[in-house]
T-cell receptor
Framework: DAGVIQSPRHEVTEMGQEVTLRCKPISGHNSLFWYRQTMMRGLELLIY????????DSGMPEDRFSAKMPNASFSTLKIQPSEPRDSAVYFC???????????FGEGSRLTVL | AQRVTQPEKLLSVFKGAPVELKCNYS??????LFWYVQYSRQRLQLLLR??SRESIKGFTADLNKGETSFHLKKPFAQEEDSAMYYCALGSGYSTLTFGKGTMLLVSP
């Protein structure tokens, strides 16, 4: 297994543009997480899916952010419109529920100019 | 609310010196504590968890409920230990709350 796969690895965009980040979890895992990493705030949980259903989205900063998981092998995190303060590394992670061990992707580094 | 505090952003030691990365937590329930590590150009990965009570790469961590701490220790640091270390608190339905991380630099 190649592990959790995220794309794109790097994204540079201009303020106001739509950004879509993608994630393919490890096959068989039923929990998926989106985290955001910044120098100031560290790793913050944005949203958590279990069996493709959003369970906790309290970490999503505002309505500009949305996440979907249409099936067990794919999830997206969308920012529309993007702002410079959204610049961060966005990590996707998956796990088997209750295992306590999250498997992280390599992250998507977003820069909004 | 649950919270994880790692007071040091950077810890710099010489090879062979003891290392202690501090972690304190705040949680009203029964905590599950983890240490995750991110080596240069590698993914964030689990290092150890308090339930297993094992030593990984020479690192150990003991959960102290009285002091609400889960410090990570190694008696003799190696250069390959240089990495970013995150303490994490597990709750209810499998989500983890991470601390802000401590960068460990081990110099020769």
């Amino acid at each position: 297994d190649a592990g959790v796969i995220q794309s794109p690895r790097h994204e540079v965009t201009e303020m106001g543009q739509e950004v879509t980040l993608r994630c393919k979890p490890i096959s068989g895992h039923n929990s998926l997480f989106w985290y955001r990493q910044t120098m100031m705030r560290g790793l913050e949980l944005l949203i958590y899916f279990n069996n493709n259903v959003p369970i906790d989205d309290s970490g999503m900063p505002e309505d500009r952010f949305s996440a979907k998981m249409p099936n067990a092998s794919f999830s997206t995190l969308k920012i529309q419109p993007s702002e410079p303060r959204d610049s961060a590394v966005y990590f996707c992670a998956s796990s088997f529920e209750g295992s306590g061990e999250l498997f992280f992707g390599e992250g998507s580094r977003l820069t909004v100019l | 609310a649950q919270r994880v505090t790692q007071p040091e952003k950077l810890l710099s030691v010489f090879k062979g010196a003891p290392v202690e990365l501090k972690c304190n937590y705040s949680y009203s329930g029964s905590p599950e504590l983890f240490w995750y590590v991110q080596y240069s150009r590698q993914r964030l990965q689990l290092l150890l968890r308090h339930i297993s009570r094992e030593s990984i790469k020479g690192f150990t961590a003991d959960l102290n409920k009285g002091e609400t701490s889960f410090h990570l220790k190694k008696p003799f640091a190696q250069e390959e230990d240089s990495a970013m270390y995150y303490c994490a608190l597990g709750s209810g339905y499998s989500t983890l709350t991470f601390g802000k991380g401590t960068m460990l630099l081990v110099s020769p």
